[in-house]
């Protein structure tokens, strides 16, 4: 079964919608009557109108859907980039490494696969591969980009990797399996890619005594940024919390959690426009070899819809 839903706007910079118009497509597996059906349900988010275009698998965070990134998914579209965001689990323990195979199993089934499901004339350049994930997600995405599990691999190569608010547990010494972080400066020297890390500042403070912080210390984004080589880059968002990234209005129990379990910021719209542009610069930069927009984020020439609590670039 496939939905879709278009939207249109003129681009100005890397934090507004891009020129591109976009379709939202929801797939469903079809185990017996679609021979390309995807291994997950999909929300592929991709421009509509004729070329070749990037690809990045976005991984959705723990016990989201990824229904509630379709505004990011469509910002980062509308710049010229197919998105594929799976649904990885509706229900989840600790152990991600179901979501790992997962996630290579759908990599493994883009060369097949994808075309089939994508606009007439709509191309995708699996020679231009991104992997990102938030919270968890950046958890699996750097633990299939790092081979944390021996006896899964891709048959495609990944270009970049992003990990957007990753958490690779509750706290130092009390990771989920398969961990990712070892503590020891620079030593994801294996990832031969660029890396970005993208943080919120508001992530590791709890929203109650009750409960933890959904991006503890210990576990969080500056963790996973301090086992990079580079090239990388870094950017905290200082007043926006671990969820601000997703769409403005989540439905459902598990929606409204985002609103109740994570401290947040004022409002969502300029932590995701935020992140739909870092993102589109990164990708520019290391995908498509214009790295114009990251510069000029990086040296301060642009004005950024968000305050940044700390940046950093590994080059």
């Given amino acids: 079964m496939v939905i ?14 891009g020129n591109y118009k976009t379709k939202l497509l929801k797939i469903e597996p079809q185990t017996c009557t679609k021979q390309n059906s995807p291994p997950k349900a999909l929300l592929i988010g991709t421009p509509s109108e004729a070329g070749n275009f990037p690809v990045l698998i976005f991984l959705h965070g723990y ?16 710049h010229g980039f197919i998105v594929i965001a799976p649904q990885l689990y509706l229900v989840e323990g600790a152990d991600a490494t179901e979501d790992i195979k997962a996630t290579a199993e759908i990599t493994n089934w883009l060369a097949e696969g994808l075309q ?16 990102a994930g938030h919270s ?6 750097f633990s299939l980009a790092l081979g944390r599990l021996a006896n899964i691999s891709t048959d495609l190569k990944f270009s970049a990797l992003i990990g957007v ?5 509750m706290d130092k010494g009390k990771q989920t399996p398969p961990s990712v972080l070892t503590y020891v400066p620079r030593s994801f020297n294996n990832l031969d890619m660029p890396v970005m890390v993208i943080g919120s500042g508001l992530g590791e403070v709890k929203k109650n005594p009750l409960f933890p912080a959904c991006a503890p210390k210990g576990v969080n984004h500056r963790d996973f940024y301090n086992e990079c080589c580079k090239p990388a880059c870094y ?14 209005e989540t439905k459902g129990i598990r929606g409204q959690a985002t609103y109740c379990l994570c401290k947040k910021g004022k409002s969502r719209e300029p932590m995701r426009i935020f992140v739909g542009g870092v993102l589109v610069a990164f990708l ?28 950093d670039f590994l080059v």
Avoid at 284 to 309: F, M
């Fill in 235 to 248: 950017f905290v968002a200082k007043d926006y919390g671990h969820n601000d990234m997703l769409d403005d």
């Fill in 284 to 311: 520019e930069a290391y995908l498509e070899g214009n790295s114009s927009d990251l510069i000029a984020i990086r040296d301060g020439h642009v004005t950024l819809p968000v305050e940044l609590q700390d940046t």
């Fill in 116 to 131: 089939h499901y994508l606009p007439p004339e709509v191309e995708p350049n699996l020679k231009k591969l991104g992997l």
């Fill in 165 to 169: 608010d990753p958490v690779d547990g």
């Fill in 4 to 17: 879709t839903s278009t939207s249109s706007v003129t681009c100005s910079t890397v934090f507004d919608i």
């Fill in 63 to 78: 016990l989201l859907y990824n229904s509630f990134y379709s505004q990011l998914i469509q910002h980062l579209s509308s």
């Fill in 136 to 141: 968890r997600g950046g958890k699996v995405a």
